[in-house]
């Protein structure tokens, strides 16, 4: 059932004028069939040479332009608007919200971790001055940083707790 379709069907196929059922077996048999492919892109060429000549784009575009400034209302002027309305002062933020602000807080905050060893306790780097030189003094020395963290939250979590059960404020 795969006829090849003259060129009258192939020129009502461009010009959208089949049924749909009959547009669906068109482009069904468009798929492999050559000859009727060849005739398809006939009528597209024969439909191109029957339209208009694409217009000059620098014209086109005054004459699109002159018609829009014509079917625009009547607005004032940008210009007599920013002449009328008072200067605005420039707005300033505050200075603790200031990105200076903050990069010198996280600089002295740095400073202040790598001065107290902060730092070298969280790499399980030694000071200098507790090195011990045997393995036995190194065990014994050696406490993980988590646990004296936890020691110290449970000191101040001790301290707390008994004026918070007094009805105490903190």
Not at 148 to 169: A, M
Request: glycine share 6%; net charge negative.
């Amino acid at each position: 059932m795969n006829q090849h379709r003259p060129l009258n069907i192939w020129m009502q196929y461009v010009n959208d004028e089949l049924p749909p059922e009959e547009r669906e077996r068109c482009e069904a048999h468009l798929d492999g069939c050559d000859a009727c492919l060849e005739l398809y892109m006939e009528c597209i060429g024969q439909m191109a040479a029957g339209l208009p000549a694409l217009p000059d784009s620098d014209a086109f575009a005054a004459a699109v332009m002159q018609r829009w400034t014509e079917e625009q209302p009547l607005a004032p002027r940008a210009e007599d608007d920013l002449a009328n309305q008072p200067p605005e002062r420039k707005r300033r933020i505050p200075w603790t919200q200031s990105p200076f602000f903050h990069y010198a807080v996280a600089a002295a905050i740095t400073l202040l971790l790598m001065s107290t060893g902060v730092f070298q306790s969280l790499m399980g780097h030694p000071e200098p001055g507790r090195m011990s030189h045997s393995a036995s003094d190194r065990a014994e020395a050696y406490v993980p940083f988590s646990e004296i963290l936890l020691e110290k939250t449970i000191g101040i979590l001790d301290s707390i707790q008994p004026k918070h059960e007094r009805g105490g404020t903190r």
